[in-house]
T-cell receptor
Framework: NAGVTQTPKFQVLKTGQSMTLQCAQD?????MSWYRQDPGMGLRLIHY???????DQGEVPNGYNVSRSTTEDFPLRLLSAAPSQTSVYFC?????????????FGQGTRLTVV | GQQVMQIPQYQHVQEGEDFTTYCNSS?????IQWYKQRPGGHPVFLIQ?????EVKKQKRLTFQFGEAKKNSSLHITATQTTDVGTYFC?????????FGTGTRLTIIP
């Protein structure tokens, strides 16, 4: 099994550009979420989804959009990149929430906005 | 929503010394999960605690869940260089998967 696959691994954007970070999982997990990780800030939740067709905002959603048209895929869109969005982005999935189950993370995308 | 605070934020220890990180919640948790993130890597699941007062061990790592299910700790005995990384807790029972701020452990050889 591939687990959680994120692409690309690295990306440099110019201010104002848009792009989509891809996340796919092959474990038939209902729950998926996106985080950004900045130095000393831990993992901050951007958006999450409890199933296909359902998405909701986390603690830092501004500047990002998501959709969940299938169980497997949960892309994160940056609408107009800003230097403040320079960060490492992680996608995660787990079997179900609530209840607390093991979450699986992708390898991360290192994004630099210049 | 649930707030899980983690302390300390950073810990530097000499190799061979013990290390402990703590997670504290303002509300009762249904369970708690611990993760480790190596430098440059992604978080990896370590363990889940469910029962009040539960203690679990993984080699030199000991995990505890408080009697009131509001706090938890991870203790590493005789740290090694392979223990370097950031340790996160995650308080279960939310609709959202949210993590404590993490404790970054560095080892002085």
């Amino acid at each position: 099994n591939a687990g959680v696959t994120q692409t690309p691994k690295f990306q440099v954007l110019k201010t104002g550009q848009s792009m989509t970070l891809q996340c796919a999982q092959d474990m038939n997990h209902e729950y998926m979420s996106w985080y950004r990780q900045d130095p000393g800030m831990g993992l901050r939740l951007i958006h999450y989804s409890v199933g296909a067709g359902i998405t909701d905002q986390g603690e830092v959603p501004n500047g990002y959009n998501v959709s969940r048209s299938t169980t497997e895929d949960f892309p994160l869109r940056l609408l107009s990149a800003a230097p403040s969005q320079t960060s490492v982005y992680f996608c995660a999935s787990s079997y179900s929430i609530p209840g607390g189950t093991e979450a699986f993370f992708g390898q991360g995308t290192r994004l630099t906005v210049v | 929503g649930q707030q899980v605070m983690q302390i300390p934020q950073y810990q530097h220890v000499q190799e061979g010394e013990d290390f402990t990180t703590y997670c504290n919640s303002s509300t009762t948790l249904s369970n708690i999960q611990w993760y480790k993130q190596r430098p440059g890597g992604h978080p990896v699941f370590l363990i889940q605690l469910v029962k009040s007062g539960e203690v679990k061990k993984q080699k030199r790592l000991t995990f505890q869940f408080g009697e009131a299910k509001k706090n938890s700790s991870l203790h590493i005995t005789a740290t090694q260089t392979t223990d370097v990384g950031t340790y996160f807790c995650e308080g279960g029972g939310n609709e959202k998967l949210t993590f404590g701020t993490g404790t970054r452990l560095t080892i002085i050889p």
